[in-house]
């Protein structure tokens, strides 16, 4: 096993252990601990047998080298990713402008309240 593999192991063997943490302290929903569990998994298989998974993809996808294979596959993954990433955020900026309107429509009821208490206490 050559040294990257087993730097490859390590790293993905503390991923997976930092994922477990966030689970347990509740950062993270099952579903997102499952898909990462997953992706992690097929890191783990290709950090083991590189030559056998890009060969594997080769064939499927019917490319030149085994390492343009993995790059594909690479580039595929990363793309889910940040569309992922993209649609996360997309949903807290609607989440963070709703709020926004309510907390503004709350202090404008708010300053007409106040308005009305100050103008009774000047009558009296």
Same mark, same amino acid.
Request: charged residues 25%; glycine residues 6%; aromatic residues 10%.
């Given at each position: ?41 097929? %890191? ?6 590189? +030559? ?11 490319? *030149?080298? *085994?390492?343009?294979?993995? %790059?594909?596959?690479? +580039? *595929?993954?990363?793309? %889910?990713?940040? %569309?992922?990433?993209?649609?996360? +955020? ?14 503004? +429509? ?15 206490? *000047?009558?009296?």
């Amino acid at each position: 096993m050559y040294a990257a593999q087993v730097i490859a192991l390590l790293v993905l063997a503390y991923l997976l252990l930092r994922i477990y943490r966030d689970y347990s302290n509740g950062r993270l929903d099952r579903q997102s601990v499952v898909s990462w569990a997953i992706l992690i998994l097929v %890191f783990v298989v290709v950090a083991i047998f590189p +030559i056998q998974v890009s060969q594997t993809i080769k064939g499927l996808l019917g490319l *030149g080298r *085994g390492l343009d294979a993995l %790059f594909v596959v690479s +580039i *595929g993954l990363m793309f %889910f990713v940040v %569309f992922d990433l993209y649609l996360k +955020i997309d949903k807290t900026e609607r989440e963070i402008t709703e709020l926004t309107r309510k907390v503004a +429509i709350e202090l404008e009821e708010i300053n007409e309240r106040l308005k009305k208490l100050e103008g009774k206490e *000047g009558k009296s």
